[in-house]
């Protein structure tokens, strides 16, 4: 597959392998090679290698249909937020609103115009749409993403939203640039952002921002309930206060968290 913009540094075999785990989407846990070839642009033959390479490190397994990953895949995303370590500092105050809310509790963070779950407490309720750490919706249109692109500057927002979603979902909201302006606007000046069924039906969130010690967004938190089951005024005047005072626990406590030392040891 050609790309743009890559360096001299730049390892092809490790994009393809890449390219090839993530060619498996919500939905479709078993792909054959040929639907693997053809979700990555790659030749078969390169396909089939990197498909037994993967195999071969414990990433993905051979079924009589095809190829499906393994849980091994999600080392990757554990590896990266372990090295965040911003979820340990929040698990604690997101339990915590989950019990007083009965609702889920999600976070997330940016990547291209998508927001990816990071980390998660979940209720079992049934909602339009399954959410799992690593799930990736469009941005614009879920109350996590708006509370994100809120915290971009103008050129950046627009480079960030030229991006194609990788999510596969066509969300209700389509805005034009003015309404979408306006609507992240509103965002910064409350310091909260809401959806209420804009990405799919049957989905109603607010979320808030999670800060670093120099003020800056590194990730949003969101309470999420089904519309039928939950009232817009319940979900503005219970729940959103309760989200607020999490975020701001979890801002403070991580800021603190980041401004420690680093204690080095020697052997």
């Known amino acids: 597959m050609a790309r ?7 390892i092809e075999a490790l994009a393809r392998g890449l390219d090839v785990i993530t060619a498996f989407r919500p939905g479709v846990p078993v792909m054959s090679l040929s639907a693997v070839a053809a979700a990555t642009g790659l030749a078969r033959p390169t396909a089939r290698r990197i498909l037994l390479t993967l195999e071969e490190l414990g990433y993905v397994r051979q079924t009589d249909t095809g190829f499906s990953l393994t849980p091994r895949v999600l080392d990757l995303g554990v590896t990266y937020m372990r090295s965040l370590g911003l979820w340990d500092v929040a698990r604690p105050h997101v339990e915590a609103l989950v019990a007083q809310t009965g609702e889920s509790s999600s976070m997330a963070q940016l990547d291209g115009s998508d927001i990816v779950y990071v980390a998660r407490v979940a209720v079992p309720k049934i909602i339009t ?5 690593g799930t990736r919706f469009p941005a614009l249109q879920t109350s996590l993403g ?38 992240l606007r509103e965002v910064r000046a409350r310091g909260w952002a809401l959806t209420d069924e804009q990405l799919a039906p049957g989905i109603r969130s607010v979320a808030a921002p999670l800060r670093d010690g120099s003020g800056r967004v590194v990730a949003a938190l969101n309470v999420t309930v089904h519309a039928a089951e939950t009232p817009l005024e319940v979900l503005l005047e219970e729940h959103l206060p309760l989200l607020l005072r999490t975020a701001s626990a979890v801002s403070e406590d991580w800021a603190r968290f980041a401004a420690l030392p680093e204690v080095v040891t020697s052997a």
């Open 146 to 183: 708006k509370v994100l692109l809120a915290d971009l500057r103008a050129d950046a927002l627009d480079e960030v939203l030229a991006q194609p979603t990788r999510s596969g979902l066509v969300p209700r909201w389509q805005p034009d640039r003015d309404e979408r302006d306006e609507a």
């Open 4 to 10: 743009e913009r890559t360096g001299p540094d730049f």
């Open 129 to 133: 749409l399954a959410v799992t750490i």
